[in-house]
């Protein structure tokens, strides 16, 4: 049985990012939202909160998920640039480590 529940949040300040509250039966388990040093969603508890193997699988797949999610639409926004001597060029995400390990990430 599926106890966790991930309702929608608001959005960051800048419109990029979204945020989702974590609850189960009623009580907030805390939030997930983009952590920027990490580039990627992460869990943030609520006070004094115990949690089983179980709800932390499930919170990691949901941050896990959206991350992948959040950087392929990131990809599909790429827009083509001018070089300086007018021809068009691709811009590519390049082979920043941060990307690797994450399907389509890789430059």
Known sequence: ???LTFGEGP???SGLTKSWYVS???SQLGYVKWYAPWRKYCYFPAQDIILDEHCLADIAGFCRT???LHKEKLLLNLKRTKCSAGREREYRWG???RY???PGMTG
Request: contains cysteine; aromatic residues 6%.
């Open 1 to 3: 049985m599926d106890y």
């Open 24 to 26: 189960s039966i009623g």
């Open 95 to 97: 082979s920043s480590c």
């Open 100 to 102: 690797r390990g994450l």
């Open 11 to 13: 959005k960051s300040a």
């Open 66 to 68: 959206e991350t992948i």
